[in-house]
């Protein structure tokens, strides 16, 4: 998808930070923006920067509303071009004191609900013949950091996922591109739940890129059907990636 004007895109945590910026990417591009997330508010106003846009309020946890909420996406503008998966939630606790509920708030979240909604899009890609999938995963599916275990499980999971399912989409073809951000400037640290499920409220030690620079990166990549982009500045987060392919233990060494 090299030209994204009057394309319909589905960005799916579009309230705040990375999903904000790209959907304010997508809509400078050309395109026809879907915006989703739970919050109303938020989303409004994001929408008020956005001439071609509609707002479509949306809970990953809440698979049981996936079928109708496609079906009302789609009526916007006839039709769906992409989805960005945007949506997630972090974790600031040890694995030791998460509790089971906590965890799978986490996993249904970052896992399960793209999963779901994905595959309840895919029907409509399969009938046009056409669709790309774009999933933001991140540099600690690769990388893991201790009080991070079911976020990174779960990011780690949406790799094996959608490269399976690029491979089943391949004769249609239908893309898939799979975002790996590293350090970005948002709140999903703050935002990241503890042990008992409440914000962290922590603040990251990381710089980390700009949303704006990010979102760039990765409307370009996304343009390009890359299966798999790194998004972010040269940081700590690149490096330990790199270095994670060759020397393992040096990796763990410096993460401990």
Not at 137 to 158: F, N, T
């Amino acid at each position: 998808m090299k030209n994204y004007k009057e394309k319909v895109i589905w960005v799916i945590g579009a309230s705040s930070g990375f999903g904000e910026a790209l959907a304010y990417q997508f809509a400078k591009q050309g395109a026809n923006v879907i915006l989703s997330a739970r919050r109303t508010q938020e989303l409004e106003l994001v929408q008020s920067n956005i001439k071609d846009s509609r707002v479509l309020v949306l809970d990953l946890l809440e698979s049981y509303s996936f079928d109708e909420k496609v079906k009302e996406a789609i009526s916007f503008f006839g039709c769906i071009d992409m989805v960005v998966h945007c949506g997630g939630v972090g974790q600031n606790g040890t694995a030791l004191e998460t509790s089971e509920e906590v965890a799978r708030t986490i996993f249904d979240t970052n896992y399960f609900g793209v999963v779901e909604l994905t595959r309840h899009l895919l029907p409509h890609f399969i009938e046009r013949r056409l669709g790309h999938i774009v999933v933001v995963s991140g540099v600690l599916a690769q990388v893991a950091l201790p009080g991070r275990s079911s976020y990174c499980g779960a990011k780690a999971a949406l790799h094996g996922y959608f490269n399976s399912l690029r491979a089943e989409l391949a004769r249609i073809p239908i893309d898939v591109t799979i975002l790996i951000p590293s350090f970005l400037q948002t709140a999903l640290t703050k935002k990241s739940l503890n042990e008992f499920g409440q914000a962290s409220g922590k603040e990251s030690d990381a710089p980390g890129c700009k949303v704006d620079k990010a979102a760039q990166q990765a409307v370009k990549a996304i343009a390009k059907r890359k299966f798999q982009s790194y998004i972010g500045n040269w940081d700590k987060g690149k490096l330990m990636l790199v270095l994670n392919r060759w020397v393992p233990n040096l990796v763990f060494y410096l993460v401990r």
